[in-house]
């Protein structure tokens, strides 16, 4: 695991994790929010691929994805983000965030080869559950690409080892049920579920779902590796029209400094 994630949660500090929606509110706007969010501390940046049924995601995201896919957005949209950011000299880690369906459609091989020629380090799929993940994992290994499992509160200890066993530069574990732009909550039992997954094997663990403000992140990074701003981040962008960068600029800082 040499990539640009692996060192990015190699770096001694604890890894802050962004996502933002991929054309929300245009394809322009979105390469200058993760420039902005490069700039001000993001250590890894998740490009949320826009689907028409995101059913893991809250009233957030699912605004900014209709609003994304509005304009034409979608998962060539994402790769070309992933293009432009890569001419604009970034070198922040890049994960195409999003759901099986555009990956399917594309075909697993071209989709991994395709994100790795156009500057992404990695994909996370949300509904591929670790049952089945090997036809992903096995093309990306092919391509350079690291594929990011999710761990839950109802993964057992069976299903946890398999999660550690996939050797990916961190384990996503979301920190409830349901769906993301909740508050957060149950931080004791996160940290227990945290300790399993490193019990099991996985290298650093990133805690996402729930996580909005300073206040959330630093309490989460007590005993994470990591921590996934998503919602917070999304809703920003949707309240500041004209600004979008600058505003995600602020937030990101904000969090940075918590960690």
Do not use: H, W
């Not at 759901?99 to 994100?115: Q, S």
């Not at 946890?160 to 039992?189: C, E, H, N, W």
């Not at 992140?217 to 500041?240: M, Q």
């Amino acid at each position: 695991m040499s990539g640009r994630i692996a060192k990015a949660f190699a770096s001694g500090k604890k890894t802050l994790v962004i996502y933002i929606t991929c054309g929300d509110p245009s394809l322009d706007v979105t390469v200058d929010v993760v420039l902005a969010a490069a700039r001000n501390g993001a250590d890894v940046i998740e490009l949320g691929v826009p689907f028409s049924e995101p059913n893991a995601d809250g009233v957030a995201i699912q605004r900014a994805m209709e609003r994304a896919l509005a304009r034409g957005a979608g998962l060539p949209a994402a790769l070309d983000v992933c293009k432009r950011v890569r001419a604009a000299g970034c070198e922040v880690p890049l994960v195409l965030f999003g759901y099986y369906n555009p990956v399917f459609v594309r075909g697993a091989e071209a989709f991994c080869r395709d994100a790795k020629a156009a500057g992404a380090d990695g994909a996370l799929v949300v509904d591929l559950p670790v049952d089945e993940i090997e036809e992903l994992t096995v093309p990306a290994r092919a391509a350079g690409l690291d594929i990011i499992p999710l761990a839950a509160p109802t993964s057992g200890p069976e299903r946890l080892k398999r999660i550690a066993d996939l050797q990916a530069p961190f384990v996503y574990y979301v920190s409830m049920t349901g769906i993301t732009g909740a508050a957060l909550k149950g931080v004791p039992d996160v940290a227990l579920k945290v300790a399993a997954l490193r019990a099991a094997g996985a290298a650093k663990v990133a805690v996402g779902f729930g996580i909005s403000t300073p206040a959330d992140a630093r309490a989460i990074a007590e005993f994470a590796d990591g921590v996934v701003v998503g919602s917070a981040v999304v809703r920003v962008i949707e309240e500041n029209p004209g600004r979008e960068p600058a505003a995600v600029a602020a937030l990101v800082a904000s969090l940075r400094a918590a960690l």
